[in-house]
């Protein structure tokens, strides 16, 4: 059973979770999400002290996508085809631009806000993104192509679990080159092998 965003579930809720799991006989798996940290949650009094020490015992925390820019292109890509299937629209491309755009974004929506602007995409709508605010700083051609680039080669490599020779094979490039690049964007084929 998962729980989406478990502090916010009324106090009488969470009592009768609690008295469910301290119960015999059938024990679901409780898996409760929180964009929050839930032992300050607790402390505050949102969340039952008594819940969270009983589900507390593993915590997975997942970065935010504005601590992870690379992941958010396969990440839209995901997303963009799902509600494509969903739907049974064709696959939009999606362009260096977007991409660009994707990137610069800080997506305070996470995950979620993600989700909302692929399925835009996939449905042919604007995709309510702003244009990245022009500063001096502003990444030029080559760093943006850079930053592409090395996107599609962690999509491909996780695609073709950290098989170098057909990820090669797939991005239609010499070994050579591919190991170029993988060397110049500072990546490993290694890292994304699934045992």
């Known amino acids: ?26 024990r679901p798996r409780v898996i409760g999400g929180s964009t929050r ?13 008594e819940l969270y020490w009983r589900l507390d015992l593993m915590r997975v925390t997942i970065p935010a996508l504005r601590e992870r820019p690379d992941d958010i292109p396969v990440l839209f890509r995901h997303y963009v085809a799902q509600a494509c299937e969903q739907a049974n629209l064709p696959m939009p491309e999606i362009g ?74 797939a991005l239609k490039l010499p070994r050579k080159t591919f190991y170029d690049k993988l060397a110049r964007h500072e990546l490993r084929a290694e890292e994304y092998r699934r045992d």
Not at 38 to 48: D, I, Q, S, V, Y
Request: zero cysteines.
């Open 37 to 49: 940290d839930p032992g300050a949650e607790a402390e505050a009094g949102r969340l039952n002290p």
């Open 96 to 169: 260096p631009e977007l991409t660009a755009r994707l990137m610069a974004s800080d997506w305070p929506g996470n995950a979620r806000a993600l989700t909302s602007v692929a399925m835009r995409v996939a449905m042919g709508l604007d995709p309510g993104l702003d244009a990245p605010a022009a500063t001096e700083e502003e990444p030029g051609l080559a760093e943006q192509l850079a930053r592409v680039e090395r996107s599609l080669l962690i999509e491909a490599l996780r695609r073709h679990g950290g098989h170098a020779t057909r990820t090669a094979e």
């Open 1 to 26: 059973l998962y729980l989406d965003e478990i502090a916010t579930l009324p106090p009488g809720t969470q009592y009768a979770l609690l008295d469910r799991l301290e119960q015999g006989g059938a």
